[in-house]
């Protein structure tokens, strides 16, 4: 009988340790079934952020190349246009002095030389003489000059300069009138210069 009632205490004690051991084994299972939740939904946001940011990096990435061809495209069209307009103010200035230094050998030049005389000596009214630089070429011309000039005395020198023209010294009254085609065509260089917004020698790369 004793046997049988320890038996009995034995089965008891038995089941309450099953019984506890499941009752451990299903809390752990609900703990590890939780961390794995959590650790899954981490998992997924993270792998969301880091998309989104891989993403938002590749755009970034894509805009600024696409910027930066865009910037390139525009400069080197913008060389291009400024070496096109550089190349046609060179023909025009080109033209303009192959013109000029054919002029002095037509039949109108002395009777320009006269008009410039004019134009020079009503710069400076009241004045009483000055001296003439002419080319070489052009001394000849003084007499016609001299009756141009009206009450002003002249005395002549020879200019350096080639295209033609005259320079108008005024030793009295200390100014100087340059007409000399030279200086013109330097003026309407640097001025064709400025229209097109780049000096002729950087527009064919050169410092």
């Known amino acids: 009988m004793e046997e049988v009632r320890s038996k009995g205490k034995l089965k008891g004690f038995t089941d ?23 650790a899954l939904e981490n998992y997924r946001q993270r792998a969301a952020e880091e998309g989104k940011r891989r993403t938002e990096q590749a ?10 061809r865009v910037m390139t495209e525009t400069l080197a069209a913008n060389r291009s246009l400024l070496q096109l307009r550089a190349g046609c103010a060179e023909t ?3 033209d303009v002095r192959e013109k000029l230094k054919a002029y002095p ?19 400076v009214p009241g004045a009483k003489r000055a001296n003439v630089l002419l080319r ?16 002003v005395e002249l005395s002549f020198q020879e200019g350096f300069f080639t ?7 005024f030793q009295d009254e200390h100014r100087r009138v340059d007409l000399t085609f030279d200086t013109a065509l330097g003026d309407l260089t ?14 064919n790369g050169k410092q």
């Not at 295209?163 to 010294?169: A, H, K, M, P, V």
Request: hydrophobic letters at 45%; aromatic letters at 2%.
């Open 163 to 169: 295209l033609g023209g005259l320079i108008i010294e």
């Open 16 to 38: 309450a340790i099953l019984a506890a051991a499941r009752s451990r084994a299903d809390a752990v299972r609900a703990e590890s079934d939780e961390a794995e939740r959590a």
């Open 190 to 203: 640097e001025h064709i210069s400025e229209v097109i917004g780049i000096g002729l020698e950087d527009a």
């Open 136 to 151: 070489r070429a052009d001394i000849g011309l003084a007499g016609s000059l001299e009756r141009a000039a009206g009450d």
């Open 92 to 94: 025009v200035v080109a």
């Open 59 to 68: 755009k970034a990435e894509a805009e600024a190349r696409e910027e930066k």
């Open 105 to 123: 050998d037509g039949p109108e030049y002395g009777e320009a030389l006269c008009r410039l005389l004019e134009r020079g000596l009503s710069a």
